[in-house]
């Protein structure tokens, strides 16, 4: 049973491919209408973790309940209403090069509705309008910007006006004028709807503008080191892990013993 004011608990998650386990017991919530960002160096788990709370990929152990289903167990109609309830954009749009704007955002709603065509346009042009995209609705993605396709992508991920959206590095390959500026959709979709969202992310400008809290994950403890405020986090955690990754200092590889005895004075002689 989910605590009242929390939309996703994910409980005891352990991911792993194969032999190789990138997660480990992991657990933690979701506030409904929070910003919620999953941070951490590369190859620490951040798109594994995401991938498994889409429901693209199926955890080794633990639950991941999502407005109090739990889509690890959940199957046929129970499942679909929980794919339903969540709208995902992927880093790099995905959007389908053949078909409109407009077209594209309004693909959920054909899968998933039976709205006729012309009520599919208008709520497709209605949630273009809510990310600033209503005049390019006609337009082909290869006409869009970079900034302007993640845009449509987070149109489309909300076709289904979904509880929980879930964002995979939406500021990746942004100039830092438009990275703002999505930022500021971001706050300003999540302030005005209502909606939750699950952000990943490395972009630290992004993560101080927009998350209301992150969890920090660390690819050598397997899990979570951090979590909180990240303006609280940069500006006061000691945490070496929490340093490194604010500070963007390397993590010194661990010398192999062997060359260490080989920079010793004796072994040069």
Not at 233 to 256: C, G, I, N, Q, Y
Request: with cysteine; net charge negative.
């Amino acid at each position: 049973m989910q605590e009242q004011g929390t939309i996703i608990s994910v409980r005891g998650l352990t991911c792993a491919y194969g032999p190789a386990v990138v997660l480990r017991d992991v657990s933690f919530d979701v506030a409904r209408g929070e910003v919620f960002v999953v941070i951490g160096r590369s190859g620490c788990g951040k798109s594994t973790l995401l991938k498994h709370m889409i429901g693209l990929l199926t955890p080794v152990a633990g639950q991941i309940v999502i407005g109090g289903r739990d889509i690890v167990t959940a199957e046929g109609p129970e499942r679909l209403e929980i794919l339903k309830n969540i709208g995902v954009m992927y880093q790099m749009g995905a959007l389908f090069g053949s078909l409109s704007v407009q077209q594209n955002v309004g693909l959920p709603l054909e899968e998933y509705t039976d709205l006729p065509e012309d009520a599919v346009e208008a709520v497709s042009r209605l949630k273009l309008s809510l990310v600033g995209l209503e005049r390019f609705a006609d337009l082909m993605p290869s006409e869009l910007s970079g900034g302007m396709v993640k845009r449509a992508a987070i149109a489309r991920a909300m076709a289904l006006d979904p509880a929980v959206l879930f964002l995979d590095e939406p500021s990746a390959g942004l100039d830092p004028v438009t990275s703002a500026e999505l930022d500021e959709l971001i706050r300003s979709l999540a302030a005005a709807l209502g909606i939750t969202f699950v952000i990943v992310s490395h972009e630290l400008p992004s993560i101080l503008s927009i998350a209301d809290r992150v969890i920090l994950l660390d690819d050598q403890a397997r899990g979570i080191v951090a979590e909180g405020d990240p303006r609280t986090m940069h500006a006061e955690s000691r945490d070496p892990r929490v340093r490194r990754f604010f500070d963007r200092e390397a993590r010194l590889p661990v010398e192999p013993p062997a060359a260490a005895a080989a920079a010793t004075p004796e072994a040069r002689a």
